[in-house]
């Protein structure tokens, strides 16, 4: 099967920038995560296709050969590199030889040619539970969650306040040092993390002592979330730049709130539309009359019944549903009521009595679905 485009498979144009590409990335790993498509395999080959995607697209050497190539620039014999070693089945990362040749092939820049530089912080994922009126009509509910944060005591540097941040003397500031190896017979240069400042360009000699050189703390957050109306199980509200802060300039990560909807002892929720069955006396059937339905506001709308109702009939109340957030007017969708002739039971005798006699003088004319089947046979 044809690999799909790149950028079809992120759902961008082909002049998309790198913060197009990013987002892109973020809403489709979102929604196709194994976490939250158990046991898709659907799901969790599109999430693989997507991260290959992004891989490419993400990195400006590889986007350009891309552009340039399409797929043939990382398959055997294009010219081009694939993800994680050469393709063809031989994968050198495995042997400790990917930065190496991403040295060679990228003009020495390698893989660690951005440490350093912005780093995005992680989304963070919380549950609440909301009854199913809450969900109808949407609601205000307070999210607790712990978040990494710039460490306000010395601003993210990491250093105890009134010290200074040295440049790493080993690396100069880059981060990555080169190393030189001899590999089957050939002297090849390669970049690597430097020892001494563990890739991050510089070196704290006296750490702050809240955070402890990191330049990030652990704090609890509690935040009001407006949860929509029209909401339903399973889904989320996204709120921007509440997640885990970034480094290095990055931008924060996302507060991803999934909802998780009560059932109602009444209604059954299909979309935008409601369902319930209303029980009606046999006289009411029988006789017609009006009848009260309920509504999910914790209302009743009346509504009349023709003489000889049966089970099913099904009466619709339009407007009575839940509110469609895809419009600005706040259109409702519809209250579908099946009405459920109920039986009476525990009759006394004189009661017995006046039914049989009522069965008498009906006769079969009075039952055209029971004559019209038994004439079937």
Do not use: W
Not at 62 to 90: I, L, P, S, T
Not at 117 to 142: H, M, Q, R, S
Not at 169 to 191: A, E, L, Y
Not at 283 to 307: C, M, N, Q, R, S
Request: aromatic share 10%; net charge positive; with cysteine.
């Amino acid at each position: 099967m044809a690999k799909r485009d790149y950028y079809e498979v992120l759902g961008i144009s082909k002049g998309a920038d790198e913060k197009q590409i990013k987002n892109a990335y973020r809403q489709m790993a979102k929604k196709y995560h194994p976490d939250l498509n158990p046991n898709d395999k659907e799901a969790e080959q599109k999430f693989k296709e997507v991260n290959e995607a992004y891989e490419v697209l993400s990195d400006p050497e590889k986007k350009a050969k891309y552009d340039q190539f399409g797929h043939a620039a990382f398959e055997q014999g294009g010219g081009g590199y694939g993800q994680g070693g050469f393709q063809g089945g031989f994968d050198f990362n495995d042997f400790g030889f990917g930065d190496i040749f991403s040295s060679f092939f990228q003009g020495g820049g390698g893989g660690n040619s951005r440490r350093g530089g912005p780093v995005d912080g992680e989304d963070i994922n919380v549950k609440i539970v909301l009854t199913f009126e809450e969900a109808v009509f949407g609601c205000k509910k307070d999210v607790t969650y712990n978040k990494v944060g710039k460490c306000e005591s010395c601003s993210g540097t990491g250093a105890e306040p009134g010290t200074t941040v040295e440049k790493c003397s080993r690396c100069g500031g880059v981060g990555t040092i080169r190393v030189q190896k001899n590999v089957f017979g050939m002297s090849m240069t390669s970049q690597s993390t430097c020892p001494d400042c563990g890739g991050k360009g510089k070196k704290i000699t006296t750490p702050c002592a809240k955070c402890h050189g990191q330049g990030n703390v652990t704090t609890k957050k509690t935040l009001g979330v407006n949860i929509p109306a029209g909401i339903d199980d399973g889904q989320y509200v996204a709120l921007r730049g509440q997640g885990h802060s970034g480094r290095n300039g990055g931008y924060p990560g996302d507060l991803n709130v999934y909802v998780s909807v009560r059932k109602s002892q009444i209604f059954e929720r299909d979309g935008y539309d409601l369902y319930c069955e209303v029980p009606i006396t046999f006289a009411e059937a029988t006789l017609g009359g009006t009848i009260k339905i309920p509504t999910v506001d914790g209302g009743e709308v009346e509504y009349t019944i023709p003489e000889g109702t049966q089970t099913g009939t099904r009466v619709t109340i339009k407007k009575q549903g839940v509110v469609n957030p895809n419009y600005r007017d706040e259109r409702r969708g519809n209250l579908y009521a099946d009405v459920v002739v109920e039986t009476p039971k525990n009759l006394n005798s004189q009661q017995k009595d006046l039914l049989r006699k009522f069965a008498e003088s009906c006769g079969e004319k009075n039952f055209t679905k029971r004559t019209s089947f038994f004439k079937r046979k």
